[in-house]
């Protein structure tokens, strides 16, 4: 895969030098150019949820939709797919007729790369990359609904509706995981969690002007909830049972059952 690729990978060096204070992250070309570092370098267990994306979806994608050739598949969303990573780890493990995966996200600079990088890799497949911001689709009827550190990164009250839409248009036996960073209601707690969190940065070779740097562009624009708050949220929109998967520092991932 050549998003996996160290040789074409460029090293995240966005905060080496200090920046205006004020100058907020975004999903740019910047951005775009050493996502793929960046990812893996700052989310702990980042390769570890991907890696069971497709477990998860040998067990729930039971080819409940109708393609455009009338034969039946799982229908897959990939919300917030940045570069793809998710798709790709899905497109790697299932037959090209078996899987529909539309891959969305709002940034054009990340849909163009991601739209070659799948279609080099996976040109069987049926991938579809769109560029919307995700709180104006109406999904399709779908098996599995893929929020990898996406919801973070909308205001908060456009939270609920995003999970409504993605609640109506699961199959029943239909899955959604979602990954989060979050914060911890008990302070102290939540200051252990971030101070260990830095130190994963650290080990990953980040340099304190790096961390604060990133730290000030993300205030604001990455909002985190508590485990909680994601589980209360999940409940008043419908899911009955949602259960926390997997947790690694302040990093968290929950799978909701339809
Ligand atoms: C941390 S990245 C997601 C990483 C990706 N899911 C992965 O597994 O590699 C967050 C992504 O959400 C996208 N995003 C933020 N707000 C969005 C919105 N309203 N609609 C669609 N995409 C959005 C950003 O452009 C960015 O690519
Ligand atoms: O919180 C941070 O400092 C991060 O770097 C986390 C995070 C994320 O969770 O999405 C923020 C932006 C980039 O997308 C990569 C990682």
């Given amino acids: 895969m050549s998003q996996s690729n160290p040789a074409t990978i460029k ?6 030098t ?6 907020r992250f975004s999903f740019d070309e910047q ?4 996502f793929p570092d960046m990812i893996r370098r700052s989310v702990p267990g980042y390769g570890q949820v991907l890696a069971m994306l497709p477990i998860f979806a040998r067990r729930h994608c039971k080819y409940r939709q109708q393609g455009d050739d009338g034969r039946r598949v799982s229908r897959v969303y990939d919300l917030g797919c940045s570069l793809g990573a998710a798709s790709m780890a899905l497109a790697g493990e299932f037959a090209p007729q078996d899987l529909q995966i539309k891959a969305i996200d709002i940034s054009p600079a990340m849909t163009t ?3 070659t990088v799948l279609n080099d890799n996976y040109p069987e497949h049926d991938i579809e990359v ?5 709180r104006d689709v109406t999904l399709e009827p779908c098996d599995m609904v893929i929020l990898n550190l996406t919801l973070q990164f909308l205001p908060a009250a456009d939270r609920v509706a995003v999970l409504e839409n993605i609640y109506n248009a699961l199959s029943e036996g239909g899955i959604l995981v979602l990954t989060e960073k979050t914060h911890a209601f008990d302070e102290q707690y939540d200051a252990w969690l971030v101070e260990r969190y830095y130190d994963f940065k650290r080990a990953n070779g980040y340099t304190e002007m790096e961390i604060s740097g990133k730290r000030n562009a993300l205030e604001n624009v990455l909002i985190t909830d508590t485990l909680d708050g994601h589980h209360q949220r999940l409940d008043k929109v419908g ?5 926390t998967w997997f947790q690694f520092l302040n990093f968290v ?5 339809k």
Wanted: hydrophobic share 60%; with cysteine.
């Fill in 11 to 16: 090293h995240d060096t966005l905060f080496t």
């Fill in 18 to 23: 200090p920046l205006d204070k004020a100058a």
């Fill in 31 to 34: 951005v775009v150019a050493c």
């Fill in 113 to 115: 790369k991601a739209a």
């Fill in 130 to 134: 769109v560029t919307a911001d995700i």
């Fill in 239 to 243: 899911f009955a049972r949602h259960l």
């Fill in 253 to 257: 991932s929950i799978v909701a059952f």
